[in-house]
Nanobody, 130 residues
Framework: QVQLVESGGGLVQPGGSLRLSCAASGFTLDNYGIGWFRQAPGKEREGVSSISGSSSDTYYADSVKGRFTISRDKAKNMVYLQMNSLRPEDTGVYSC???????????????????????WGEGTLVTVSS
């Protein structure tokens, strides 16, 4: 079965850290652009970060720049989102998506925000609260 599965969410205090994982089954993530998205309660989904298929380019939304890091482990067929210095406004359901489209990290995040993703995960909940 072809799917993406996120894990690593949970409850964390402000200032804390979490590492989210995006695991692929049924296909290899090699050469797929990967994006992380989040949706806060009552808000639209927003693109947080992305990594190009070649892993040569990454993108971060201004709201997370300097705090979040996206990375890929080809041997494990995983993509990670390391989240540090978490804030209450980072709360939301985080989902990963994969696209076979080629281009910059910003480009692939943009097209996946529309209809350009080949696969989506179900999401993992991150709650930042004291």
């Amino acid at each position: 079965q072809v799917q993406l599965v996120e894990s690593g969410g949970g409850l964390v205090q402000p200032g804390g850290s979490l590492r989210l994982s995006c695991a692929a089954s049924g296909f290899t993530l090699d050469n797929y652009g990967i994006g992380w998205f989040r949706q806060a309660p009552g808000k639209e989904r927003e693109g947080v970060s992305s990594i190009s298929g070649s892993s040569s380019d990454t993108y971060y939304a201004d709201s997370v720049k300097g705090r979040f890091t996206i990375s890929r482990d080809k041997a494990k067929n995983m993509v990670y989102l390391q989240m540090n210095s978490l804030r209450p406004e980072d709360t939301g359901v985080y989902s990963c998506a994969a696209t076979s489209a080629k281009g910059s990290a910003l480009y692939i995040l943009t097209i996946m925000s529309g209809m350009g993703a080949d696969y989506w995960g179900e999401g993992t909940l991150v709650t930042v609260s004291s």
